[in-house]
Structure formats: structure tokens, C-alpha cells
């Protein structure tokens, strides 16, 4: 039996249906699992398995329409502005189109995080400087996302996913929009980041390959696991 306190994500008959026109669609059907603390997790499937409302019930960016979630030990996510609070402070996001504010610097996109947290704008500057020259990116810093390269917003991506040492890093199709070559390195950055910081890694992900460095593989189909 699992002991509880090293449980990251547990999710018990979690079901979510979305309403389109005057039909209910049924994305997930019924979905339970447990990730432990520190796990590096790779769930599977074809497109429209259900596997970024997955990603999005876990990372309390969306809630289930029946079932229950449990996140390190908390399961009570009613008040908004609790359950925002607790989303910023320890989960992470990467998405496969990198989500950066186009009008901000990189060093300004990866220091957000930050300031939200209510770090001061200095701190917050030295800390961000300090994780871009970490991913190869110091001599960035003062760039827009429109003047990088794909791997290099979605490290700019990553870097602001992890600046703030979350808890768990959710990631959804982060090679999705990059080659063959770029998309290893940033998942060696991606296990080399867990490595340091200990996250707790939830991926999507079409890549076989990738999906094989994983410590656990979670198939999707028709929303439900197989």
C-alpha cells in the first residue's frame, strides 16, 4: 500500500463531460490513478483521448465534472482565489505552443512567476537571470519570444515553469512543435531539471521514444485508461 504523505496526484472516478449545442460529450470516463512524489509519468494516446483534460483537471486549471482529485494531500479547491494560490505555488506548466507574453523580454516572461509570488522585482530579476544562463539563454535575455527559435522559447518556457521549484511540472506535448533534435534536447533539460528539483513530471505526449524515458506509461483512449 502506498503511504499517503508520498502521494503527489491521486484521482478517484474522475469523469468530465463538456456540453456542445444540446449534446453531452464525455472527454474523460472514469479515470483513477495515483502518481507518487518524484515520479516521471508519461500519459499516451491518440488525439482526442483526453489527454490535455487530463493535464488541465491535475493542474486545477479546469475541474471534473464527477469524481475526486487529491494534490499533495489537499482536496478542497473551492475558493478561487485559494485554488490560484496554490496552483501558482507548486505546479508548473509547458505547452507545446510555449504560452510566453509576447510583449515581454525573456527575462521579464521567466520573472512572472515571481512577482506574482510577491517576490520583489529585483530578487526577482537576479533569480531569472541566474536560471536563464543555466539553460544556455544569458545572452537572451533582453530578446522577445518573436526573436527566438522554438527551442528556445520553449526553454525560455521551461525555465519559467520551474522558477518558482514547483512541486509537480506539467507538461503538455512539449516537443510537439519542435524537430526531432530540438525535442531531445529539451527533454534532456526537462530530466535534467527533475533530477535537480526533485518535480514530480506529468507529460503528454504523441513520441514513443520520449515517452519511454519515463518511469511510468498511462494510456488513454476514448477517455479512459487502457
Do not use: W
Not at 135 to 153: D, N, T
Amino acid at each position: 500500500m502506498s503511504d499517503k504523505s508520498s502521494i503527489a496526484v491521486l484521482t478517484d472516478n474522475i469523469y468530465k463531460t463538456y456540453r456542445i449545442d444540446k449534446d453531452d460529450i464525455t472527454v474523460l470516463n472514469g479515470i483513477s490513478l495515483t502518481i507518487q512524489e518524484g515520479e516521471t509519468v508519461a500519459i499516451v494516446g491518440p488525439s482526442g483521448a483526453g489527454k490535455s483534460t487530463l493535464l488541465h483537471i491535475i493542474g486545477l486549471m479546469t475541474t471534473p465534472s464527477a469524481g475526486h482529485l487529491r494534490i499533495n494531500g489537499i482536496n478542497k479547491f473551492s475558493n478561487n482565489k485559494i485554488l490560484s494560490k496554490y496552483r501558482n505555488s507548486i505546479i508548473g506548466f509547458v505547452f507545446q505552443s510555449y504560452n510566453l507574453l509576447p510583449e515581454f523580454t525573456v527575462v521579464e516572461n521567466v520573472m512572472m512567476p515571481l512577482l506574482i509570488a510577491g517576490v520583489n522585482r529585483e530578487s526577482a530579476e537576479i533569480r531569472a537571470k541566474e536560471m536563464l544562463e543555466k539553460v544556455g539563454l544569458a545572452s537572451r535575455i533582453k530578446h522577445l519570444p518573436s526573436e527566438l527559435s522554438g527551442g528556445e522559447q520553449q526553454r525560455v518556457a521551461l525555465t519559467r515553469a520551474v522558477i518558482n521549484k514547483p512541486k509537480i511540472l506539467i507538461a503538455d506535448e512539449p516537443t510537439g512543435n519542435l524537430d526531432r533534435n530540438t525535442g531531445n534536447n529539451i527533454m534532456d533539460l526537462v530530466f535534467k531539471m527533475h533530477s535537480t528539483y526533485g518535480f514530480t513530471l506529468i507529460m503528454a505526449t504523441h513520441n514513443d521514444e520520449i515517452a519511454g524515458r519515463c518511469g511510468s506509461v498511462i494510456k488513454l483512449l476514448d477517455g479512459k485508461i487502457i
